[in-house]
C-alpha cells in the first residue's frame, strides 16, 4: 500500500527492499559504441519529432538537454486535433522554468526551432496564438492526454483539495477567503484532483460565486467525462473538513461515490481505553529510501452515530524519533467505502500533505499561481450560461436590514451593560458613604456615655449635633437616591429607544422580500469574472510538464540516484544544459554540457542515466528519425 513500508531490516549491502532502486551499471554510458553504418541505412536521415534535415556544421544549442523529454513531448502532443506545435513550445518552456508568457523571453528558440515542426513563436505571437487555440475542445483534449499518460484509471481514489490566488486586479470581482494570506479579499479559487501518488490529475477554475459543496460536483462532473463510460462510478474522494456537513456528504454519496475526510470539530473525547485497538506504523522516506521518518498509528473502529453509513476511525498518532516517542494528536477519520481498509482510509488521509506539497511545488517551478489573463467578462453577459445553476441568496435589502438590527442589538446589549455598571458603581459609593455617616453617628453616640448626667448643657449641645448630622445624612441619602434616578431614567430611555427602533426594524424586515437571485444581484451590482479560458489551458500544459517531468525522474532517473532532497534539481540542471549537435556516419551526435560541479559518484550516475534515456529515444524514434548518440561533459 501506498505510504506504507514494512518492518523488515534493511542490512547494509544489500539492496534496499524499500526503495525502488535497482543495480545498474554506472559505467554502462563508457561501454557504448555508435552503431556502423550498415546498421543506420534503414533510417531516414532526418531529426526526430520535427522531421527537419540535420544541420551540416557543429551548432551550439541552449537547453539541449531538453532532448531527454523529446519522446514524452511527442507522445502526449501527437494526437492533438490543433495546436500541437504550440503546445510543445509551452511544455518545453513550463519545464525550462518559463513560470508564464511573459517569461518565455527568458528561454531560448533554438532547440524548437531544431526540433520541433512549424515556426517558433515570440512572446506576443505566443501569446496571441494562446488565446485563439484556448477552447474548451483543446483543453478537454489536454486533460484527457494527462488522465490517460499519468493516472492509472483502475484506480478510482483521489485527493480533492481547493487552491486560492488573490486576485490583484482593479476590477470588481467577488471576495474570499485566502489561505495563504489568512484573510478575505478578491480570489480565483483552483479546485484540483490528485492521485494517490501526488500527480496532479485536474483543474477547474471558479470565482466565489459557488461554495465548495457545490462546486465539487461541478468538477467531478467534468473530471468523470474524461473516463469511459463504464468506468464513471464508485470514486472515492479525499477531502479536508471544507466538505463536511450531513446534506453535503449525503448529496456525494448520492452519486454512488464515497468519501473519506476528517471529522470537523472533534472533541478528542471518543476514545476508549478499554476497547480493542488496532496499531500500524507508517513509514515515509525523507532524505532517501532508507532515511525513513515513522510514526506509530493506533487506531479505533467505530460507526458514525451521526450516519451509520460512515465508519469511524478514532486515530492515535504519535512521530517516532529513534526509539523515543513525540508528541501524540488524536484525530477522528471519517469513511464511507467499506471496501477500504481502516488502515489504508487513514493512511490516505494522513498523506494528503502529498497535495500540499505538490501545490508548493507547482508554484514555484510551473507557476500555477499565474493569473494568465486579466480579461474579464461582465455577469451580464454570462446570464445565459449561469441562469441554469442560479440560487436563492439572502437580498441585499434584507442583508442590510439585517446587518442594522445586529448593529442595534449590540448597542442594546452595551446600553444595558452600562446601566448595570453605573448603577452598581453609584451604590458602591451610596454605600460606602452611608457606612461612613453611621459610623460617625455611632460615635457621636458612644460619646454621651462617658458625660455626667448632671452636666446637661454638654449632653443637649451633643445631642443636637447628632440631629444635625442625622438630619445632613438624610439629604445625603435623598439627594443620591434622585442621582440613582437620573441615571435610571436616562439609561432606560436610551434603551427603550433602542428596543423601538430594534422593533419597527423587525417590523420592515418582515415586509422586505428576504431572498433573491445571486445572478440577479450579481449583474445589477455589475461585478465581474475573470476569464480563466486561458488560463485553463496553460494551467493543464503546466500539470502536463510537471507530470512528464516526474515520469522522467521517478521511472529513469531516481532508480540510479538515491538522493531525495537533490534529485529534482540534478535533473533539472541536465534538462536546462546546453550542448553541441552534429551529425557522424549518418548519427545525431549530442553532447551536452551541465552548468554544475558534480562529484565523480553523481557524474557515473548520470552517464548511466544518459545512456538510458538515449535507448528510449531512438527506440521511439525507430524508423521515423536518424538514431541519436547523446554524451555529457564536465
Not at 488521509?349 to 480579461?375: C, M, P, T, V
Not at 439585517?402 to 442595534?408: S, Y
Not at 445624612?473 to 436616562?490: A, G
Amino acid at each position: 500500500m501506498s505510504g506504507i513500508i514494512s518492518e523488515s531490516t534493511v542490512n547494509e549491502g544489500v539492496l534496499n527492499p524499500n526503495s525502488t532502486c535497482e543495480k545498474t551499471d554506472i559505467f554502462e554510458a563508457e561501454k557504448r559504441k555508435l552503431p556502423s553504418d550498415s546498421e543506420i541505412t534503414v533510417n531516414p536521415q532526418v531529426l526526430p519529432l520535427s522531421g527537419n534535415k540535420p544541420p551540416y556544421v557543429e551548432k551550439i544549442v541552449n537547453h539541449l538537454g531538453l532532448i531527454l523529454l523529446l519522446p514524452l513531448i511527442a507522445s502526449l502532443t501527437e494526437n492533438l486535433s490543433v495546436g500541437a506545435n504550440t503546445c510543445r513550445q509551452l511544455l518545453s518552456q513550463f519545464l525550462l522554468g518559463a513560470l508564464n508568457l511573459e517569461q518565455s523571453k527568458t528561454v531560448s528558440k533554438v532547440f524548437f526551432n531544431i526540433f520541433f515542426k512549424g515556426s517558433i513563436l515570440k512572446t506576443q505571437a505566443l501569446r496571441t496564438d494562446v488565446y485563439n487555440l484556448s477552447t474548451l475542445g483543446l483543453r478537454t483534449e489536454l486533460c484527457a492526454v494527462n488522465i490517460k499518460k499519468f493516472c492509472d484509471l483502475s484506480c478510482k481514489i483521489f485527493y480533492y483539495d481547493p487552491h486560492t490566488k488573490k486576485y490583484t486586479g482593479i476590477l470588481k470581482t467577488l471576495i474570499g477567503y485566502c489561505g495563504s494570506l489568512h484573510q478575505t479579499g478578491k480570489v480565483l479559487i483552483s479546485d484540483y484532483i490528485h492521485s494517490l501518488e501526488g500527480n496532479p490529475c485536474f483543474v477547474e477554475h471558479f470565482d466565489n460565486m459557488y461554495d465548495l459543496r457545490i462546486r465539487f460536483h461541478f468538477t467531478v462532473k467534468a473530471f468523470k467525462k474524461l473516463y469511459p463510460s463504464e468506468l464513471r462510478s464508485g470514486f472515492t474522494w479525499i477531502i479536508d473538513r471544507a466538505i463536511y456537513g450531513i446534506d453535503a456528504m449525503n448529496d456525494i454519496l448520492r452519486t454512488g461515490d464515497h468519501i473519506i475526510t476528517w471529522e470537523k470539530d472533534y472533541k478528542k473525547d471518543a476514545w476508549k481505553p478499554k476497547n480493542h485497538s488496532n496499531t500500524f506504523v507508517l513509514r515515509i522516506p525523507r532524505n532517501n529510501s532508507y532515511d525513513l521518518k515513522e510514526y506509530s498509528c493506533e487506531y479505533q473502529c467505530l460507526k458514525w452515530k451521526r450516519n451509520s453509513v460512515f465508519s469511524r476511525y478514532i486515530v492515535r498518532v504519535t512521530k517516532k524519533i529513534g526509539n523515543k516517542k513525540k508528541r501524540t494528536i488524536e484525530v477522528s477519520v471519517l469513511s464511507s467505502n467499506e471496501n477500504i481498509s481502516a488502515q489504508c482510509a487513514i493512511t490516505y488521509i494522513l498523506r494528503r500533505w502529498l497535495q500540499e506539497n505538490d501545490f508548493a511545488y507547482l508554484i514555484k517551478h510551473y507557476g500555477i499561481d499565474q493569473i494568465d489573463s486579466y480579461r474579464a467578462n461582465e455577469y451580464k453577459n454570462l446570464e445565459n450560461s449561469e441562469r441554469e445553476n442560479d440560487f436563492l441568496i439572502k437580498s441585499r435589502e434584507f442583508r442590510n436590514h439585517e446587518k442594522e438590527k445586529m448593529r442595534m442589538n449590540t448597542e442594546l446589549k452595551k446600553a444595558l451593560f452600562e446601566r448595570e455598571k453605573k448603577i452598581d458603581s453609584f451604590e458602591r459609593r451610596f454605600n460606602k458613604t452611608l457606612n461612613n455617616r453611621k459610623s460617625k453617628h455611632t460615635e457621636m453616640s458612644n460619646n454621651l456615655t462617658g458625660i455626667d448626667e448632671n452636666d446637661q448643657k454638654k449632653i443637649k449641645m451633643i445631642l443636637r449635633k447628632i440631629k444635625r448630622y442625622s438630619e445632613k445624612t438624610r439629604e445625603i441619602s435623598e439627594k443620591l437616591m434622585c442621582e440613582k434616578q437620573v441615571i435610571k431614567t436616562y439609561h432606560d430611555d436610551k434603551i427603550q429607544d433602542l428596543k423601538t427602533d430594534i422593533a419597527n426594524i423587525e417590523e420592515i424586515m418582515s415586509a422586505t422580500v428576504k431572498n433573491e437571485s445571486r445572478l440577479d444581484a450579481l449583474i445589477e451590482g455589475k461585478y465581474f469574472r475573470i476569464d480563466t479560458v486561458a488560463k485553463s489551458v496553460l494551467d493543464i500544459l503546466r500539470i502536463i510538464a510537471r507530470n512528464a517531468f516526474y515520469e522522467l525522474l521517478t521511472q529513469d532517473f531516481r532508480p540510479l540516484y538515491d538522493n531525495l532532497r537533490d534529485d529534482h534539481v540534478v535533473l533539472r540542471a541536465i534538462i536546462k544544459a546546453p550542448g553541441k549537435i552534429r551529425t557522424q556516419n549518418g548519427i545525431l551526435i549530442l553532447e551536452l554540457f551541465p552548468e554544475a560541479d558534480f562529484n565523480e559518484k553523481t557524474v557515473n550516475v548520470i552517464k548511466t542515466f544518459i545512456a538510458s534515456c538515449e535507448i528510449k529515444i531512438n527506440t521511439y524514434f525507430k524508423d521515423k528519425a536518424m538514431p541519436v548518440s547523446i554524451s555529457v561533459n564536465f
